[in-house]
């Protein structure tokens, strides 16, 4: 294809090239660039445009697909290992250790419950059960597992205000 001919069909597909590209990318600056990326694309494989049934279909399978590439690209911020480093140490070891301390001392907190009541509230919090699939494991009344979940909570913050003051 002769550079007249193909300047033609530019003109042509242009419109249509930036219609879809706007519909992908958010910037117009974006979207013209992507125009341009698609048309330099076609003018690579020029000789062979003959041989293609739509120039057109073509030319809108190019510009989708290097939509999709750009907001691929959006996603991966790359990022030094030195700023990941800079980033964990900011959470110093103070607060890893106060963590640490605070999990030790609800798991101690829990487990110094009653033992219906710890029983109860670890089959509510851990594994995730119902009111009434607790009750139903246990043989016990759904009123029996809210009563001992309402008792083992009021416990666990009775101590935790003891815990802070």
């Not at 279909?57 to 030094?80: D, G, H």
């Not at 059960?129 to 009775?158: D, F, M, P, Q, Y």
Request: glycine content about 4%; overall charge neutral; some cysteine.
């Amino acid at each position: 294809m002769e550079k007249e001919a193909f300047c033609t069909l530019a003109r042509q597909l242009r419109g249509d090239i930036l219609s879809l590209s706007r519909r992908f990318l958010r910037e117009e600056s974006e979207a013209e660039d992507n125009v341009q990326d698609t048309l330099l694309k076609l003018w690579t494989i020029r000789e062979q445009l003959g041989r293609v049934r739509s120039v057109q279909a073509l030319s809108y399978a190019i510009c989708k697909n290097l939509c999709i590439s750009k907001l691929r690209k959006r996603r991966i911020v790359p990022m030094e290992l030195s700023d990941e480093i800079r980033l964990i140490s900011t959470h110093d070891s103070q607060w890893m250790l106060e963590e640490k301390e605070n999990a030790e001392w609800l798991e101690d907190s829990i487990a110094g419950l009653p033992t219906a009541q710890m029983q109860i509230l670890r089959m509510s919090q851990q594994d995730g059960l119902e009111n009434n699939e607790i009750a139903e494991v246990l043989g016990i009344s759904e009123v029996t597992v809210r009563t001992a979940l309402c008792k083992a909570r009021k416990n666990l913050l009775e101590k935790l205000i003891k815990r802070t003051q």
